[in-house]
């Protein structure tokens, strides 16, 4: 009995990276809780390396940010990563808000998070901003400025990764369902969702 609960235990601290690669929101949501205007604080990093105390409310300034949740580890969201990247760059995505945020700090080194993401020199480099914030960091309900009872992964909809949101000025969230790989055609409905695109480009 004992052996079966330490083997347990074990599959699933391997398993913290990545989710299987089918649809990645599946499970994520929580319909049965209402819907709340969040925002934290954590360490975070821009593209030239850079980083700063920021606040998740105040980068999206007034306007509706996608949310990248990423391990160092997950295939899909390099994936994803690299699709962002490419669509700002190539001015297909013009106009796009996109923060990165670590999902996983108790299975993985913030020295490994930078080398696959922030800086030119990274494995997959972002233009945009990464957040690390810690397991127990406070998620502040911007309706009455304190302190949520939730904390940042159940305010946040029980992320896996790789999960894109919509994180709307407001504060409130909103769960995307798509692929675990990276998808242009998702991405495209993902940007009308935001107001970007009037339709398919």
Known sequence: MIKNGILLISILCLLSGCVAPDRAIEGSTNDEQPIERLTFQSLTYTWDESSSVSDLNAISGNQSTLLLWVGASCRGCHDWTDMLREGIEN??????????????????????????????????????????????????????GLISDSDLYDAFLNPSTPTLQIYHADGSIVPIDHSYWASWEELQDISTQMGLLSGGR
């Open 91 to 144: 001015g297909s995505l013009e106009g796009i808000s996109v923060v990165s945020i670590h999902r996983y700090p108790a299975f993985e080194q913030t020295d490994d998070v930078l080398a696959r993401y922030v800086g030119n020199d990274s494995e997959y480099p972002i233009k945009w901003s990464m957040m690390l914030p810690s397991e127990d960091v406070d998620v502040i309900n911007l309706d009455s």
